[in-house]
């Protein structure tokens, strides 16, 4: 009877100790927390002119990669938004890639119906999940010339009040990255 007090006693007190420490539930916003500081994983696709692409074409360079595919509207109202992140900083060397599970052809044939100006690359579902760094779609990416995430959101939107305080935060680092990529190519 003393031995089962005793593992009785020892569960309980396991118990009280684990229920101190504050729980952290798993969201859309801790997931992408916890993508920074990890590296970009490595990923091969095709373009939509059914060209061989591979991450390690980004090597040290900054790069953005948007999530998204033709049926999703979330995805299609912030490419206007992408389209003027490309316009201001694609001078400055950031690459900006979308990466869609809809096949090369029929991203370049949608392409020429809702115009976007990055780079897409073609995965498959499941390469895509593999990938772990996207939760759900549209989910962007924030790439150091490093290779490591600087930041990862759902929607970009600058004009839409629910996402436009991350999209700042979002674009802060990016330029914070152009500008220590410049300081240091500089010496």
Partial sequence: MKISSLILFIIFSLSVNAQDVPVKWATQETFFEDLVGKPLPAFEGKTIDGEKFSSRQL?????????????????????????????????????????????????????????????????????????????????????????????????????????SEKSLVFESKLVAEIQDVGVAGQN
């Fill in 59 to 163: 090597k040290a360079q900054v790069v953005v990669i948007n999530f998204w595919f033709e049926n999703c509207p979330p995805c299609l109202a912030e490419m206007p938004e992408l389209n003027k992140l490309v316009e201001k900083y694609g001078k400055d060397g950031v690459r900006f890639i979308g990466i869609t599970h809809d096949l090369p052809g029929r991203a370049k044939r949608f392409q020429k119906q809702v115009p976007y100006r990055y780079q897409v690359v073609s995965l498959s579902r499941q390469e895509i999940a593999m990938l772990n760094i996207n939760h759900g779609f549209p989910s962007n990416i924030l790439i150091g010339k490093d290779g490591r995430i600087l930041s990862a959101m759902a929607n970009i939107s600058f004009s839409n009040h629910e996402f």
